[in-house]
């Protein structure tokens, strides 16, 4: 009968904390966004949750940027046999959670497809390749994981290259151009007209959140060695009661 009910306590104790915990976004999309409870977050420390939500927002402003490059360059969704822009959005989206690279480009990924992307001669759907290579260069260097737990130990130094690659790739963007002389990809603008910097601070967040993530991760690695001296300086015991 116990061995019965216990079990039974036990989940309606951990259903009970995961709705008391459950948040929901702002009303007005603005200010911190967290993340409903869930079973798996009980195998998460406090640095999982936050690498987790680091690569949650990174590919959300990847999605940003991958509906702003199609309006600004309907000819590249075009190229494929999407009904319109929103069908390409959702198809580049879920060609990201699943891993699968762009038509053409199988056995390729990360840094490959972004070189590709910007090639000049690189006539399939540059916008998906594009944010496609991003996505997967920092899903690459977060062990190729999109949600992290207490098994998990990610290199400082590859989530570090990760946002040197965006940075680069940003810069590229802005600066390559066709034989004619045409940017491959219209972004950032700056006219008489018009300015549009928006693609930049999308950018910015994202190379802003990989390097935090990647100075954390060296000090996390400096606190554990730091916190087992101070543990033998200071003999501390441990509670028996």
């Given amino acids: 009968m116990t061995g019965r009910l216990i079990p039974a306590g036990i989940a309606a104790l951990l259903s009970a904390l995961l709705a008391g915990c459950a948040s929901s976004p702002p009303p007005d999309g603005k200010g911190p966004r967290s993340e409903s409870m869930s ?7 406090d640095f999982n949750r936050t690498v987790t939500l680091e690569v949650r927002d990174n590919l959300a402003s990847l999605y940003v940027l991958l509906d702003k490059l199609y309006r600004r360059n309907p000819r590249e969704w075009r190229k494929t046999d999407a009904a319109d822009q929103p069908a390409a959005v959702a198809r580049v989206k879920r060609a990201i959670e699943e891993r699968r690279p762009p038509p053409g480009l ?23 390749a594009f944010i496609y290579g991003l996505a997967d260069t920092i899903i690459a260097a977060h062990n190729g994981k999109t949600r992290l737990y207490v098994s998990d130990a990610l290199d400082g130094q590859r989530v570090y290259n990760a946002a040197r690659n965006v940075e680069a790739a940003a810069w590229l963007l802005a600066s390559r151009h ?64």
């Fill in 39 to 45: 079973a798996d977050q009980f195998g998460q420390t």
């Fill in 106 to 128: 199988s056995g390729l990924r990360d840094i490959q497809i972004l070189a590709v992307s910007l090639d000049p001669n690189y006539s399939g759907d540059r916008v998906a």
């Fill in 178 to 241: 066709n034989s004619q002389g045409e940017p491959l990809l219209l972004a950032n603008e700056m006219s008489q007209n018009a300015t549009n910097l928006s693609f930049e601070r999308e950018f910015g967040a994202i190379i802003g959140r990989l390097d935090l993530i990647a100075n954390l991760l060296g000090e996390n690695s400096r606190r554990i060695g730091i916190n087992y001296a101070q543990g033998l300086l200071l003999f501390n015991f441990l509670p028996v009661r």
